[in-house]
Nanobody, 115 residues
Framework: QVQLVESGGGLVQPGGSLRLSCAAS????????MGWYRQAPGKQRELVAA???????NYADSVKGRVSISRDNAKNTVSLQMNSLKPEDTAVYYC?????????WGQGTQVTVSS
């Protein structure tokens, strides 16, 4: 069992940046894919970005060019660097390990983009 804890959320103005971090209680080295999802009020949870053990990445079209995901298997952390934030990026962001269907989830961190 791996527990995931997110941090780094907060209130930021449009155009600003945030870096989200996810710390795992155990090793993530054996978890093929780690990802970040988000859920805005009244909307379904959606994938923001994912990264495999080999470093392959996948991004939602809505964040491409503005977001970068990274993982450090030695430190058991996953990060999400978000730049040029927009109001529509406002959501609770969740760290995931192992995929949306059977994977591990963190408790989420709120990101609010507003002037």
């Amino acid at each position: 069992q791996v527990q995931l804890v997110e941090s780094g959320g907060g209130l930021v103005q449009p155009g600003g940046s945030l870096r989200l971090s996810c710390a795992a209680s155990g090793s993530i080295g054996s978890i093929y894919v780690m990802g970040w999802y988000r859920q805005a009020p009244g909307k379904q949870r959606e994938l923001v970005a994912a990264i495999t053990n080999g470093g392959g990445t996948n991004y939602a079209d809505s964040v491409k060019g503005r977001v970068s995901i990274s993982r450090d298997n030695a430190k058991n952390t996953v990060s999400l660097q978000m730049n040029s934030l927009k109001p529509e990026d406002t959501a609770v962001y969740y760290c995931n390990g192992g995929g949306a269907t059977r994977g591990y989830w963190g408790q989420g961190t709120q990101v609010t983009v507003s002037s």
